[in-house]
Every structure is written in structure tokens, then in C-alpha cells.
């Protein structure tokens, strides 16, 4: 199954899109929709306290850990 390897953020330090081990680069609403429909493994997703989806890391609360792929 596909996971993540890397990730791409704006100048904001925002992910705007992630980069897959088959070589992909996703999205972040892609990402969200794939993780929903467990084509991707090793992220989830998550409620905030507004209601929306977003995505954590498996068991580490960020994404500080992947490296930022250009």
C-alpha cells in the first residue's frame, strides 16, 4: 500500500501537497480524500474543532518528520 515520503509547504510552512512512495505528488485535499478511502497508509484523518477533516501522522501529531521535497 501506498504511504507518504515527503512533503511540499508554501512560504507559509502550509502543506500544500505531499509526495507518495510510488513516486505521486498529491494534493492535500487528495491526500484527505485517499487517506478517507485507505489508499494511503500511515496518515489519518482527523475532526478539528470546527468540523473539518484534516490529517495527522499516524501515532506523531505532525508532519515535521517527513522532508520537504521540492
Known amino acids: 500500500m501506498e504511504?507518504?515520503?515527503?512533503?511540499?509547504?508554501?512560504h507559509f510552512g502550509e502543506i500544500i501537497s505531499f509526495v507518495t512512495s510510488e513516486g505521486r505528488v498529491i494534493s492535500y485535499?487528495?491526500?484527505?480524500?485517499?487517506?478517507?478511502?485507505?489508499l494511503i497508509t500511515g496518515i489519518q484523518t482527523e475532526e478539528d474543532s470546527e468540523g473539518n477533516l484534516t490529517l495527522s501522522s499516524g501515532l506523531q501529531q505532525s508532519f515535521?518528520?517527513?522532508p520537504n521535497l521540492f
Not at 3 to 10: E, F
Not at 31 to 38: D, T
Open 3 to 10: 504511504t507518504i515520503v515527503g512533503l511540499h509547504r508554501n
Open 29 to 38: 485535499r487528495k491526500a484527505l480524500m485517499e487517506a478517507e478511502n485507505g
Open 64 to 66: 515535521d518528520h517527513y
